[in-house]
Nanobody, 117 residues
Framework: QVRLVESGGGLVQAGGSLRLSCTAS????????MGWYRQAPGKQRELVAT???????SYTDSVKGRFTISRDNAKNTVYLQMNSLKYGDTAVYYC???????????WGQGTQVTVSS
């Protein structure tokens, strides 16, 4: 069973920073894509950032230049460094992992990020 455990969410003032982390355990393919989604109240879930096991990254336009996704393959851990946080970043953030050979996505429990102005 694949399990994703997240940490790092919390309350931060606008302009501040948070670092989210997520560690995967279980039967995990070494070739995969890990990422972060978020869902704000009343809004559709959106993909924030992804990173392949080879280190290729992608970001949604609204976070480019502010957020950085990274991973430690040896630890099966993905990080999301969030700088210059805005109120619009307030959401529940979900960690995901997808083996590249499948369309199955495994989800973490979600962690709340609240940005105050």
């Amino acid at each position: 069973q694949v399990r994703l455990v997240e940490s790092g969410g919390g309350l931060v003032q606008a302009g501040g920073s948070l670092r989210l982390s997520c560690t995967a355990s279980g039967s995990i393919s070494s070739t995969n894509v890990m990422g972060w989604y978020r869902q704000a109240p009343g809004k559709q879930r959106e993909l924030v950032a992804t990173i392949t096991s080879g280190g290729t990254t992608s970001y949604t336009d609204s976070v480019k230049g502010r957020f950085t996704i990274s991973r430690d393959n040896a630890k099966n851990t993905v990080y999301l460094q969030m700088n210059s946080l805005k109120y619009g970043d307030t959401a529940v953030y979900y960690c995901t992992i997808r083996p590249t050979a499948t369309i199955t996505i495994y989800w973490g429990q979600g962690t709340q990020v609240t940005v105050s102005s």
